[in-house]
């Protein structure tokens, strides 16, 4: 089946997810194997029900008509009772297991692929939204749990079912096995195939949709001022309304469509059903198959309906998982050469330059640097100033490594960056940004992000650095307490200075600093300014601030250099 825009093969879209299924093979067949045995259960419940109902009916007859009869109620008895027993037990099994797996799966997924976005440089991340990489990490992720789920295993499992069931009716039958082979075959096929590709391009349309939709929604909310300022606010929802409209009408196609399906699988069961029990009749007039044994064929092909009734749906929505497998497809597509290929630093302080290099941002429509040159020896202290947008941090993210220069060079110690091992230039550059990025976790948890190995000790240590101890040890939990989502239970003070903190834990060659004392008040921005002075000796230093001159001013700048508009206004 081959994508009509792209080419694509669902084989090449796919083969990736199912490498990494194959990874947990012994997991998903012994899951696979659950789900057969909560379906054998089910099909010989009701099998074996039919034809001790129908056994012991013909016996009562058989005796109130004066004749000689015998039925073993025990042995059919305990059969029953252990069909289901069985379905319940394995079906609660096969449920919990495979949910298991799964989730470890996508845990897995969600490890790597967090991996591949914290590797994309500045340039790749401004091409989406926050929120639209964020889409990438949980949803199209929670997306592909169908694969296994409702797309593999379960079309495999109902295909040996119908075999095993041909089979098993041909020991009396031939022909009724047969029907059973051919009709719910033909009907499976067109389930998987002919119900995938009904639902195919709607369902692959719904995923981008569906995220347009989120993302226009979040920019309403965010620029509801503006846009009601502005008079746009009324074209704005007429475009949310026209892009809900046509969701909503895919959403209805989608369900017409696997509604056809479920019909198509009571229509393939009930003439596979009407078929055996014609050929089981005809056996049964040639005196060949007693009556019970009918029943019991009969009831088997009806029992089949539980093999098939979920197919439908997941295979009409089969587009939505290819359109998730394609995204993230892309995403993996998109990361970073080896990390461990490059070049080191050279050991003690780096010198660092910048020669003629422009910035241009995809879409800009003015770079963010314009020949830009300038140069610091090892061990020395820069500081860049300039307004909000002058590109200070566009200079920050070069020396980083975070960004590549559209033109000109940016050299470390002697080399160019681009020439740099990502992982071990990370080792030795350390950057505290404007935005402080705190997880949901622990105060000690979010420290040991830059130093994983990190004592108790000096986590104490790094605190009492940014004067935060005393207020930590005086916290119920102490390092254990949470900081909540992005920090919020920690003002905006406490948030810059954990995150100077964690900057400390590490023992970086070369230190940019963006607005450190931002957030704190003259006394403790001046108290942690004698210690910074201190700590960054021996280190080369850029700090990034809107101008020189006031009470926060950082320590020991032996250089200044401004930006204006992405251009250099004077370097001293």
Same mark, same amino acid.
């Given at each position: ?5 792209? &080419? ?214 965010? &620029? ?36 056809? +399906? ?116 090892? +061990? ?20 980083? &490594? ?6 000109? /060079? ?24 404007? /935005? ?69 834990? /590490? ?66």
């Amino acid at each position: 089946m081959t994508d009509p825009r792209r &080419g694509d093969t669902l084989r090449t879209t796919f083969a990736p997810w199912l490498r990494l299924l194959d990874r947990r093979r012994g997991r998903l067949v012994a899951g696979a194997a659950l789900m057969a045995l909560t379906l054998l259960s089910a099909v010989g419940l009701l099998a074996l029900s039919g034809w001790f109902i129908t056994a012991s009916a013909l016996a009562g007859l058989a005796m109130v008509a004066g004749l000689a009869a015998s039925l073993d109620v025990y042995v059919p008895g305990g059969g029953i009772r252990a069909f289901a027993v069985t379905r319940t037990v394995s079906r609660y099994l096969e449920r919990l297991y495979n949910h298991d797996t799964v989730l470890r799966l996508l845990a897995d997924l969600r490890g790597r692929l967090f991996g591949v976005l914290a590797a994309l440089d500045d340039r790749a991340l401004s091409r989406r939204r926050a929120s639209d990489w964020l889409h990438r990490l949980t949803a199209d992720i929670d997306t592909l749990d169908g694969l296994y789920l409702r797309l593999l295993a379960p079309p495999a499992v109902a295909a040996l079912a119908l075999l095993g069931l041909g089979g098993f009716l041909a020991l009396w039958s031939p022909a009724a096995g047969a029907a059973v082979v051919v009709l719910l075959g033909l009907a499976l096929a067109w389930i998987t195939l002919g119900q995938a590709r009904l639902g195919m391009a709607t369902s692959h349309r719904q995923v981008a949709d569906l995220e347009r939709l989120r993302g226009r929604l979040i920019e309403q909310l965010q &620029g509801l001022a503006e846009l009601e300022a502005y008079g746009s606010l009324a074209e704005h929802r007429r475009r949310l309304d026209t892009l809900e409209a046509r969701i909503e009408a895919d959403q209805r196609r989608l369900g017409q469509r696997a509604a056809l +399906g479920n019909a198509l699988v009571g229509v393939a069961v009930g003439v596979t059903l009407a078929a055996v029990l014609w050929l089981a009749a005809l056996a049964h007039d040639a005196g060949t198959l007693p009556g019970p044994l009918v029943v019991m064929m009969v009831l088997a092909v009806l029992a089949m309906n539980e093999a098939l009734a979920g197919l439908p749906l997941a295979f009409t929505r089969l587009g939505a998982t290819r359109a998730a497998a394609e995204r993230l497809n892309a995403l993996e597509a998109a990361r970073p050469p080896d990390v461990e290929a490059g070049e080191g630093l050279p050991p003690g302080p780096p010198a660092l330059s910048l020669e003629g290099v422009t910035l241009h941002y995809p879409g800009a429509l003015v770079p963010a640097l314009d020949d830009v040159s300038f140069s610091l020896a090892p +061990g020395e202290r820069l500081a860049i100033t300039g307004g909000s947008g002058a590109g200070k941090s566009s200079v920050a993210a070069l020396l980083a &490594g975070r960004l590549g220069a559209t033109e000109g /060079r940016v050299r470390l110690g002697g080399l160019e960056v681009g020439r740099l091992s990502p992982s071990r230039l990370a080792e030795r550059v350390a950057m505290l940004t404007q /935005r402080v990025d705190l997880f949901d976790d622990s105060l000690a948890a979010n420290l040991r992000i830059a130093d994983p190995a990190a004592s108790v000790a000096d986590l104490w240590r790094a605190l009492a650095a940014v004067e935060l101890a005393d207020w930590a040890e005086a916290l119920p939990r102490g390092l254990e307490t949470r900081v909540g989502e992005g920090g919020r239970r920690l003002s905006g003070g406490q948030a810059r200075r954990l995150a100077l903190a964690r900057l400390v834990l /590490r023992d970086p060659v070369l230190v940019i600093l963006d607005e450190p004392f931002a957030g704190l008040d003259a006394g403790t921005a001046s108290r942690i300014a004698r210690w910074l002075d201190e700590w960054l000796a021996g280190r080369t230093v850029v700090y990034l601030v809107h101008q020189l001159g006031g009470e926060a001013d950082p320590p020991g700048v032996q250089h200044t250099l401004q930006l204006v508009d992405g251009r250099l206004n004077g370097y001293t």
